[in-house]
């Protein structure tokens, strides 16, 4: 049986799991984080990186 894949919260990708379970996504390489993707300002946690700014990193 094959699990549903959920939208990567940096890239978009379909490579997440089950949200908030820290999965990381074979795309980007951001780290699912619940803390991070209610406030992707943050930075620290699971990802050195906030949200915001990795998502301008990998899109340059």
Not at 3 to 29: D, K, M, T, V, W
Not at 31 to 52: H, I, K, M, T, Y
Request: glycine share 10%.
């Amino acid at each position: 049986m094959t699990r549903p894949l959920f939208p990567c919260q940096c890239c978009g990708s379909l490579a997440i799991g089950e949200p908030g379970n820290y999965e990381i996504c074979q795309e980007c390489g951001w780290e699912d984080d619940l803390v991070q993707a209610a406030d992707p300002d943050c930075a620290g946690g699971a990802n050195e990186l906030s949200l915001n700014l990795y998502r301008d990193t990998i899109s340059n």
